[in-house]
Nanobody
Framework: QVQLVESGGGLVQAGGSLRLSCAASGRTFSSYAMGWFRQAPGKEREFVAAINWTGGSTYYADSVKGRFTISRDNAKVYLQMNSLKPEDTALYYC??????????????????WGQGTQVTVSS
């Protein structure tokens, strides 16, 4: 069974930075694309960023492009968030893709999800 555990969330002022981490169990972690999604209260879950299995291809939502960076190593996937805005406040989830080669913004392309870590940006 694959388990994903997010960490690094917290309360930060607008303009600040946070780095989220997602630790994945299972030896096949490195073979799969990984993604970050977020969900704010009363809103649908939305795509944030994705990275393919090699780390050589990344994809970002327009709302975070230029401010967030997704990366990975052999054990974790990361989301570096800079220039945070109040509208970035949400529960952030990492997810493991069904495949490895392509980055994808659709939640249906991911079949394992973490429990989420809360990010709150104050104005």
């Amino acid at each position: 069974q694959v388990q994903l555990v997010e960490s690094g969330g917290g309360l930060v002022q607008a303009g600040g930075s946070l780095r989220l981490s997602c630790a994945a169990s299972g030896r096949t972690f490195s073979s799969y694309a990984m993604g970050w999604f977020r969900q704010a209260p009363g809103k649908e879950r939305e795509f944030v960023a994705a990275i393919n299995w090699t780390g050589g291809s990344t994809y970002y939502a327009d709302s975070v492009k230029g401010r967030f960076t997704i990366s990975r190593d052999n054990a974790k996937v990361y989301l570096q968030m800079n220039s945070l805005k109040p509208e970035d406040t949400a529960l952030y989830y990492c997810a493991r893709g069904r495949g490895g080669r392509y980055t994808d913004a659709s939640p249906s392309a991911y079949n394992y999800w973490g429990q989420g870590t809360q990010v709150t940006v104050s104005s």
